[in-house]
């Protein structure tokens, strides 16, 4: 249970941690730097387990299909994730985005992956509503956030459909530091050309808790989380490790309130336990077929 926790925990933080930078560094900027120290972390956590050597063994094809898994997480889905912090509350951008499970179920549905029955489709039907409840509690009104939010989770769920093929052939490990590494030269080019640039701004160094927020993003959420959550899949099973979404919304609420003091309604705490009741129906579902 311990990789279980730390990486629940690191993950839950990740939205409140990096709300406060969003006035400093711009959303795309933040997540470059936060994934190229999360790659250097499982660098040397692979050099510590002696894994580097099973780079040599990925065939073209397999890398081809784990820089495709760099792309759609790292540039695209958690960029899109980090802009919905920015322009929503913290704990908003985590319940959505961890309505994910739901777009996992209809996308395989769709491809013929999974079969339906009842249960999923009652886990979809709780969840896409405690999805629109959290969207637009404020009335007709959607924020942008809410939107990235929720691109981010359906480009998430392709994320993990995808990853079951690399993850069948290649340690998780060995399938991050190359999905990773192209994650960010995809995102680096894009920086590049946009004339964003990937320098950190100027204000960003005013103050010596900017950096230590960035490392803890870095080294700890995509570093060490990703490795916990790794070991958690490697110790239990990918079901088991997807509990990780079911809990963060919880978690990622009490510290966005604790933390930052966000004030959240009574509709947000009806939308987060419809979500949190859908993942539960999802997972279990599949957790009664694989026993």
């Not at 093929?165 to 920086?191: D, R, T, W």
């Amino acid at each position: 249970m311990f990789n279980f926790s730390i990486a629940l925990i690191l993950f839950s933080l990740l939205e409140v941690s990096s709300k406060n930078l969003m006035n400093l560094i711009d959303a795309v900027t933040l997540t470059f730097y936060r994934f190229a120290l999360g790659l250097v972390t499982i660098i040397v956590y692979a050099y510590y387990k002696k894994i580097l050597g099973d780079l040599r063994k990925i065939s073209y094809p397999d890398f081809k299909l784990m820089a495709m898994l760099g792309i759609i997480n790292i540039t695209l889905a958690m960029s899109l994730l980090q802009l919905a912090v920015k322009y929503s509350h913290a704990a908003t951008a985590a319940v959505i985005f961890c309505s994910n499970p739901f777009f996992v179920f209809l996308f395989s549905i769709l491809s013929g992956g999974e079969r339906f029955n009842m249960r999923c489709f009652a886990g979809v039907i709780a969840g896409i509503g405690g999805v629109a409840l959290v969207m637009a509690r404020h009335g007709l009104h959607i924020s942008a956030g809410a939107v990235f939010a929720l691109l981010s989770s359906m480009i998430f769920a392709v994320y993990i459909i995808v990853n079951k093929k690399a993850a069948a052939e290649h340690k998780p490990v060995v399938i991050n530091i190359v999905s990773f590494f192209s994650g960010l030269v995809v995102m680096a080019a894009y920086l590049i050309i946009s004339g964003r640039g990937i320098m950190l701004p100027p204000a960003f160094f005013t103050s010596a808790e900017n950096a230590a927020v960035l490392l803890f993003l870095g080294i700890a959420v995509s570093g060490a989380g990703y490795i916990a959550f790794i070991n958690t899949i490697k110790r239990y099973s990918p079901i088991s490790a997807s509990v990780i979404f079911l809990l963060k919304p919880a978690l990622a609420t009490l510290f966005a309130v604790f933390f930052i003091g966000e004030k959240l309604d009574a509709f947000f705490y009806c939308g987060l336990f419809l979500v949190m009741s859908g993942s539960w129906l999802i997972l279990s579902s599949k957790y009664y077929k694989t026993n």
